[in-house]
């Protein structure tokens, strides 16, 4: 008799160090910590990835405005030019819109696609 009480004793010990083992599942502020993480991290609408996304897309946007500025920059000296130099504004007519003096004759080259 004395042989089942001490295993029922043994098993409840068993029981209770297993408990011990998983106290911290009752820990409402560990689990809450652990949700609020789990949920911000994956099914938020600001999650992790959305946000790698938009600084991805940020850089993108951000060597973009450097080109266009580096464009605006030369137009602003091609502009320059053209208002002070007439030499500029006959080169830029000649190139841009197939103008020619009167004495002139205009050949127009243009690279034809042969492998249709």
Do not use: C, P
């Not at 208002?83 to 243009?110: G, H, P």
């Amino acid at each position: 008799m004395e042989n089942s009480i001490d295993g029922k004793e043994s098993s409840a010990a068993a029981f209770r160090t297993g408990l011990q083992k998983l106290s911290w599942l009752s820990n409402k502020y560990l689990l809450t910590i652990v949700a609020f993480s789990v949920w911000m991290l994956f099914f938020d609408r600001n999650d992790f990835f959305s946000q790698v996304q938009r600084i991805s897309h940020s850089a993108e946007l951000v060597k973009t405005e450097e080109k266009k500025l580096s464009l605006i920059e030369t137009t602003r000296k091609d502009l320059n030019l053209l208002k002070t130099n007439a030499q500029t504004i006959e080169t830029y007519a000649r190139e841009n819109y197939l103008m020619k003096k009167d004495n002139e004759d205009l050949f127009i080259f243009s690279s034809v696609d042969k492998s249709k």
